[in-house]
C-alpha cells in the first residue's frame, strides 16, 4: 500500500522534472509554478527521506535512489494513463512501441515484423529509432515497451532487464568495384587509412568499438567523411564514392548478397557485439509485446545459426 503522504501529483511531478531535467521547465510542462513544483518535489524526498535529484548549477540530476524511483514510478504512471484512455476508447488498438537500433533495421527487424504481422494481423507497430542511451531512458520512463540492437555494452543498461539474441560483428565495407580491391584480398593498414570513412557517430557503443580498433591498428583514417547512423544516407553514398563504410553485418547483408558492396576482410570485431532486447520490469509486459518477442526470438535463432556456420 503506498504510504499515504505520497501522492499523485508527487509522482507526476517527480516524473517530469526526471525527464527534462530542469524544475523551470517541468512547471511550465505541468503549467504550475516554479516553486510549487519545488515544493512537491520537497515533500517527496521528506516522506521518503532520501534526495532524489542532485542540484547542478544549470539544471537537476537524478541521484541513484531517483533513479530507482523512476524506474518503477513512470510505468505504473504509463500503465495507469493507458487504463484511462482504455475506458475512453470501446475498440483499443493493440500497439507495441519499440526503441530500434539501426543495426536491425535492414535486417531482423523487417523479418521478425513480418512473421508477427502473418500471425497478428491486426496487431499496430510504433517504431521509434534512435541511439541506445536515448532509446533506453524512455524505456525506463515507461514510453517505450522494449528496445532491440547492440545493447549489452550501454551503461545505461545496468538497471533493466537484457536478453541476448545473438553475436554481430561490426565489418568495413566499399563497394564492389573500390580501388582498395586492387591491393589484393588484404590490403594493408595504411592504405585502409588514406581512404574517407563513413562512421557511426560519437557517443554510441558502435562508435567507441571502432576506436578500440584504431588504437589497436596504431592508426587513424586521415578523412572522417560521414558520422551518422543513418541507413539510407550511408548506404547511397558509399556506392557512388571511395569511402570505407563501418557497420554491423546485418544492415549490409542485402547489398553484399547483391554484390554492390564487397566487406573487407581486416575483422573490427573478431566475435561482434550481443543483439537483443531490453525490457523494463517494473512495467507489466502486454500479451502484443509477448506475441512480438516470441517472433523475435525464432527470427534470431536463424540469425545464431548462421553466425555459428562463418
Known amino acids: 500500500m503506498i504510504h499515504s503522504p505520497i501522492k499523485l501529483r508527487h509522482l507526476v511531478a517527480f516524473q517530469e522534472v526526471a525527464r527534462l531535467g530542469r524544475i523551470k521547465a517541468a512547471a511550465e510542462a505541468l503549467s504550475i509554478t516554479q516553486p510549487g513544483?519545488?515544493?512537491?518535489?520537497?515533500?517527496?524526498?521528506?516522506?521518503?527521506?532520501?534526495?532524489?535529484?542532485?542540484?547542478?548549477?544549470?539544471?537537476?540530476?537524478?541521484?541513484?535512489?531517483?533513479?530507482?524511483?523512476?524506474?518503477?514510478?513512470?510505468?505504473?504512471?504509463?500503465s495507469l494513463q493507458e487504463g484511462?484512455?482504455?475506458?475512453?476508447?470501446?475498440?483499443?488498438?493493440?500497439?507495441?512501441?519499440?526503441?530500434?537500433?539501426?543495426?536491425?533495421?535492414?535486417?531482423?527487424?523487417?523479418?521478425?515484423?513480418?512473421?508477427?504481422?502473418?500471425?497478428?494481423?491486426?496487431?499496430?507497430?510504433?517504431?521509434?529509432?534512435g541511439t541506445s542511451a536515448g532509446l533506453l531512458a524512455r524505456l525506463r520512463l515507461g514510453e517505450l515497451d522494449l528496445v532491440l540492437g547492440r545493447l549489452s555494452e550501454a551503461e545505461e543498461i545496468r538497471d533493466l532487464q537484457f536478453e541476448h539474441l545473438y553475436h554481430e560483428p561490426l565489418i568495413a565495407v566499399v563497394r564492389h568495384d573500390h580501388p582498395l580491391l586492387e591491393h589484393g584480398p588484404t590490403p594493408d593498414t595504411a592504405a585502409l587509412m588514406r581512404y574517407p570513412w563513413v562512421v557511426p557517430p560519437r557517443g554510441t557503443t558502435l562508435r567507441e568499438q571502432l576506436e578500440r580498433f584504431w588504437v589497436e591498428q596504431a592508426a587513424t583514417p586521415v578523412h572522417l567523411a560521414i558520422e551518422t547512423l543513418s541507413l539510407p544516407l550511408s548506404t547511397r553514398y558509399v556506392l557512388m564514392s571511395d569511402a570505407i563504410w563501418v557497420t554491423p553485418r546485418d544492415t549490409a547483408r542485402e547489398a553484399i548478397a547483391a554484390g554492390t558492396m564487397t566487406p573487407l576482410p581486416e575483422p573490427i570485431e573478431m566475435r561482434g557485439g550481443s543483439v537483443g532486447f531490453?525490457?523494463?520490469?517494473?512495467?507489466?509486459?502486454?500479451?502484443?509485446?509477448?506475441?512480438?518477442c516470441a517472433c523475435l526470438r525464432k527470427t534470431a535463432s536463424h540469425y545464431q545459426e548462421a553466425a555459428a556456420q562463418q
Open 84 to 129: 484511462i484512455d482504455a475506458i475512453r476508447q470501446d475498440n483499443a488498438e493493440t500497439v507495441v512501441r519499440l526503441g530500434a537500433l539501426s543495426n536491425v533495421e535492414g535486417g531482423l527487424l523487417p523479418e521478425v515484423l513480418h512473421a508477427l504481422h502473418g500471425r497478428h494481423p491486426h496487431l499496430r507497430m510504433e517504431v521509434d529509432t
Open 278 to 292: 531490453a525490457v523494463n520490469t517494473s512495467q507489466p509486459s502486454p500479451r502484443a509485446v509477448q506475441f512480438f
Open 37 to 78: 513544483i519545488s515544493k512537491t518535489i520537497r515533500e517527496l524526498e521528506d516522506s521518503l527521506g532520501v534526495k532524489l535529484f542532485e542540484r547542478l548549477p544549470r539544471g537537476v540530476r537524478l541521484t541513484p535512489a531517483g533513479r530507482t524511483l523512476l524506474r518503477h514510478a513512470a510505468p505504473a504512471l504509463r
